[in-house]
């Protein structure tokens, strides 16, 4: 049967007038990836770093999970929105150039997302007023809010609408990097509940409390489960309170801090579905943030946060500091533990090698985007239910 073409668009069109499956607009799938294996992470991380070292990159990370801490205490936001805005920080870079996007400006934004995955939700103003606080401590010092607050309403309208409408540009990017999926689990019910399990000490489970929320200034959230991350924190938390100290007091029923750390090592995998070496590898990990908080003490990037670079801090953001005690470890004791967990660690887990394909291509839209096709956000990879997953 004869085609036509139409003579606006030069488009074949069959007799009924519709477009031919050759002519329709090419689409394309972007599927969301929960989580990245640590060869995956580093190639990403190459790839947008830049110009930037290792070291500078790592700093700017720091910074910006200070600034989210920051921000959530004068908010007032609980620990989840926070945590979940410092894991969306650090997704947000494993797709995106840091070249021409202010850490803050991208944190601000992660952190809006996160409020709405909590339904913690502000608008943009208000995360604005408390931004600018930080960033003008000179018009805070002016303010007669009595946190401390920016009176936004004094400033210049234009410029408060510009920042508005590049937080909200920002905000589509990082909604992109997670295909539109608010599904948000935190390892912080599994800490208080494997430490009753295990019989742990009060000591031993706040302290694996505060590791699980450092944890966030790492890409740990992004390699592993809340649930390996609970258990990676006690099992960091028992290595802590038992090498090179003295056995803590404790009650009758609970296990040693020694123990416990030994029995994760044989028992994680049939119990609690990990495996030996991912605790060690998280526990390799945050001792590494340690470290680098204990070699520079005075650096902003602080695991002993909330800390704010604005001298206008609130009363209730200094006591959130002073309930915030610093940790109590030197660097060479920290760095004879990682020598130690490595004369008896277990072999590590078997990964699929990164091959030479980005391993990003499944879920990058940069095609559909430069081709002007229509881009489709699913939240599960090819083959998720056919492999029953």
Known sequence: MPRSTDARSGRTKDPQGSNTPSQMPASSSKYYHPYFTPAEI???????????????????????????????ARVGFPRRTIATGQALYNRFHLFFSRKGLHYQDVALAALYVSTKEHDTLKKPRELLAAAYSIRHPELAAKSKNPNGEVDIDT?????????????????????????????????????????????????????????SIDSYRTFLPLIYPPHTIALGSIFVSALLLSF????????????????????????????????????????????????????????????????????????RD?????????YPYKPDQLIRLKIAMRETEHPPRQRKPLGSSDPSALYSSEKGKQNEETVRFLFFPPGFEDNGM
């Open 318 to 326: 200094r006591n959130a500091n002073a309930q915030q005690p610093q």
């Open 244 to 315: 090179e100290q003295a056995p803590p007091p404790r009650r009758e029923g609970e296990v040693p801090p020694r123990e416990l750390a030994e029995s994760l090592t044989t028992n994680s995998q049939e119990a609690y579905h990990t495996k030996p070496s991912d605790l060690e590898d998280f526990a390799h990990t945050f001792l590494d943030l340690l470290i680098q908080y204990a070699q520079n003490p005075s650096a902003n990037t602080s695991p002993s946060t909330p800390s704010s670079p604005s001298p206008n801090l609130p009363a």
């Open 155 to 211: 400033m210049n309208p234009a410029i408060v609408e510009a920042d508005r409408q590049h937080l909200l540009a920002i905000e589509r990017l990082v909604l992109e990097t997670i295909c539109f999926n608010f599904t948000a689990r935190m390892p912080f019910p599994y800490v208080i509940k494997f430490g009753k399990k295990l019989q742990a000490s009060k000591t031993v489970t706040k302290l694996a409390w505060r590791i």
């Open 42 to 72: 580093e190639y990403l991380l190459e790839k947008h770093r830049g110009k930037q070292s290792v070291t500078q990159e790592e700093k700017v990370r720091q910074s910006a999970c200070t600034f989210l801490e920051t921000i959530g």
